[in-house]
């Protein structure tokens, strides 16, 4: 496991690409990457893995920066990567307000500094059926969390997108409610799967996966992955998002993935996994079931899906 911190991280010292190219890498039950290299595979020193281990391989580097759903910079799956070449990120602050004992607005290198980078490879499920496999850089969301430390009247977590139509040509469009707005109940922000990331395949974001921060909530459909966040707001009743109030009988807030609650104009039930032409079943909770579904017990998902 990678544990360090950004401003430790020199040019020479991130993962080359060539190591992600070489090796194969399977998925972990808690989304570390396990690496096994071509005729020394380290499985046999992590057994409590190796049997829920899937040969999944790494979705390629350029269909992970090349096919995109980021519609600030247009609704093309080809237009992000395009729109967001020159994206400045640079200077960029983020508002962390609301319930919380510490509001702040934070130079992005001093929210991320003291939080412990680590890389997570995930599987990725979009509500359009098609799904990849992304090694993220990133930090957990609750150690983010913990040090801003919420009141008791936090009981959810809104997170909203940069809204600037000078650097984000897309906005100029009304397909959504502006700024692309997501959520998490307390409970899921805090789950050790839900990341913050800043970077993939070892190297800062591009503009189109969501620079220079995003959210990365593996269980859940791709559209709550919120990209390029500017504010974080600790609220006591279930916050607006971009997609539920745009459509709310094809987006739910929870958005959970679920092969058997179909979406209003298409099945859920198998999806296309980006650079293979069999489709595969898709898992309940996109396969993090036995680690999340504990959250949502009691709880009718079809109502709330
Ligand atoms: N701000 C913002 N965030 C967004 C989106 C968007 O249009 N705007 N699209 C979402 C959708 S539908 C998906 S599937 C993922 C895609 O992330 P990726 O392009 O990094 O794979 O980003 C999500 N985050
Ligand atoms: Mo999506």
């Known amino acids: 496991m990678l544990i360090k911190r950004p401003a430790d991280i020199r040019e020479s010292e991130i993962t080359p690409e060539g190591l992600y190219l070489d090796r194969r890498k399977f998925i972990g039950t808690s989304g570390q990457a396990v690496i096994a290299a071509a005729g020394a595979s380290l499985l046999g020193a992590c057994d409590a893995s190796a049997e829920t281990q899937q040969k ?6 350029e269909d992970v920066i090349g096919y995109n759903n980021f519609y600030e910079f247009g609704t093309g799956k080809d237009d992000p990567a395009k729109n967001a070449k020159n994206f400045r990120v640079r200077p960029w602050t983020v508002v962390v ?16 500094r003291p939080m412990k980078i680590e890389e997570r490879v995930y599987r990725m499920r979009c509500v359009e ?8 850089q990133g930090f957990a969301l609750r150690d983010l969390i913990n040090r801003v430390r919420p009141t008791s009247r936090a009981k959810y977590v809104s997170f909203t997108t940069l809204n600037d139509p000078q650097r984000m040509p897309g906005l100029r469009y009304p397909v959504l409610d502006w700024p ?21 395949y070892g190297k800062s974001l591009l503009g189109q996966n969501g620079a220079p921060i995003r959210l990365v909530v593996p269980w859940k459909y791709g559209f709550k992955g919120i990209k390029s966040i500017v504010r974080i707001s600790f609220v006591e009743t279930q916050p607006q998002t971009s997609w539920n109030k745009s459509a709310p009988n094809e987006y739910g807030f929870y958005a959970n993935v679920n092969p058997e609650v179909d979406h209003p104009r298409w099945s859920q039930a198998r999806e296309r996994r980006i650079g293979e032409w069999l489709r595969r079943p898709t898992l309940p909770y996109n396969g993090y079931a036995d680690q999340v579904a504990g959250l949502y017990r009691g709880m009718d998902l079809r109502r709330n899906f």
Not at 129 to 136: G, K, L, Q, T
Not at 182 to 200: C, F, K, Q, V
């Open 180 to 200: 692309y707005r997501e959520g998490l109940r307390m409970d899921e922000a805090m789950h050790p799967l839900t990341i913050l990331s800043t970077g993939l």
């Open 97 to 112: 307000d609301g319930h919380v004992a510490k509001p702040a607005t934070y130079n992005l290198e001093d929210l991320v």
């Open 129 to 136: 059926a098609w799904s990849m496999v992304i090694p993220w």
């Open 56 to 61: 999944e391989e790494l979705t390629p580097l």
